[in-house]
């Protein structure tokens, strides 16, 4: 059984009142927040939230105005062999454009001092093998982000950090990193990813943190934040006598909401809940289905008024 499956793992990255002030601008405001191994962690917010600035101080890229921010309990800068500890892909790869990929990775190896096979090792990893000794101007930009994380995984991380890395992937490119990121969760590592493709964190994270003009919004696992939202829970209901199961519900204070095709949309009571209110009614029914709250709506309830346009 992988670790994945065996639950989460300890704390691998810790954010504590992290801040970065650009002049007029508070970028990432007194941010605490942690990341646990062997999970997908999706961070999401809004355009402008501060996730890149987060990730890049993390890194050790950008210096924080206040706060500290720890991969296994030390700082990046502290780290004595950063790349065998954690892989970052902050933006697609960029490498000389008439240098292979191959190429590429190995040049990284010499530099960071692993051993030079590793780097047709991690072009398997990522599916670039047939790619490995064509010149990186010819890559797609799909094929630029396998090779960003390809050179990520270079140094056999336990900890990922990758900034929207579904970006310019088409959707078979999409479900090949889902696939590879829970992977390697499961293998124990920790991956922290950012994203604004919030029905594509719904499938690939097991928790999420939420930030909104630099600040927390909420965070969590993916069922708990979803379940947290006051009124998520949704149910689809039809019956021959609508009127009498709307009023047996409104009494019970859900909220109900007459569809176009005849079914009651009910807010506040789960289909459990539902289906024994028109029992107890005596009230027949034709459709009973419980719709789970998506994380767009809750994305949009939680920062809503908070976001601003950055
Ligand atoms: N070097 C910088 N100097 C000044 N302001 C900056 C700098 N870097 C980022 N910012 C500003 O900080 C805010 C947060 O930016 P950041 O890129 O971290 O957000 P983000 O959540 O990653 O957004 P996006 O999804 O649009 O990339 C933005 O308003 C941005 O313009």
Redesign the pocket.
């Known amino acids: 059984m992988s670790v994945g499956q065996q639950g989460p793992g300890p704390e691998a990255i810790v954010v504590q009142n992290l801040t970065k002030q ?1 002049k007029q ?1 508070r ?1 990432v405001d007194d941010l605490s927040f942690s990341v646990r191994s062997g999970r997908v962690t999706g961070f999401l ?1 809004p ?7 987060t990730l890049r101080m993390l890194v050790g890229l950008v210096r924080p105005t206040a706060g500290t921010a720890t991969i296994n309990g030390h700082r990046y800068a502290e780290l004595a062999e950063p790349l065998r500890h954690v892989g970052a892909v902050l933006e697609a790869s960029s490498a000389h454009k008439s240098r292979t990929g191959l190429n590429h990775l190995r040049v990284i190896c010499a530099a960071a001092g692993l051993p030079r096979e590793r780097a047709e090792q991690v072009l398997e990893l990522v599916g670039l093998t047939p790619a490995a000794k064509r010149k990186f101007k010819g890559y797609s930009l799909g094929m630029k982000q396998r090779l960003g994380i390809a050179a990520a995984m270079l140094g056999d991380p336990r900890v990922l950090i990758l900034d929207e890395p579904a970006n310019g992937l088409d959707p078979e490119g999409i479900r090949w990193m889902r696939d590879l990121l829970k992977a390697l969760a499961a293998e124990g590592r920790t991956v922290l990813v950012s994203s ?1 493709l919030l029905g594509e964190m719904q499938q690939l994270a097991d928790d999420v943190v939420i930030i909104a003009a630099g600040r927390l919004v909420r965070q969590g696992p993916v069922e708990e934040v979803l379940g947290s939202m006051a009124g998520a829970a949704q149910t689809r209901v039809r019956s021959p006598q609508a009127a009498e199961l709307a009023a047996a519900l409104q009494a019970q204070g859900a909220t109900v909401t007459p569809q176009q095709d005849g079914a009651l949309l009910v807010t506040g009571l789960d289909a459990a809940a539902v289906g024994h209110a028109a029992f107890v009614a005596k009230v027949e029914l034709h459709e009973l289905a419980g719709e789970r709250a998506d994380l767009e709506r809750v994305f949009l309830e939680l920062t809503a008024g908070k976001a601003g346009i ?1």
Not at 47 to 53: I, R
């Open positions: 650009y601008l970028a917010g355009n402008g939230a501060g996730k890149t600035t604004h950055r």
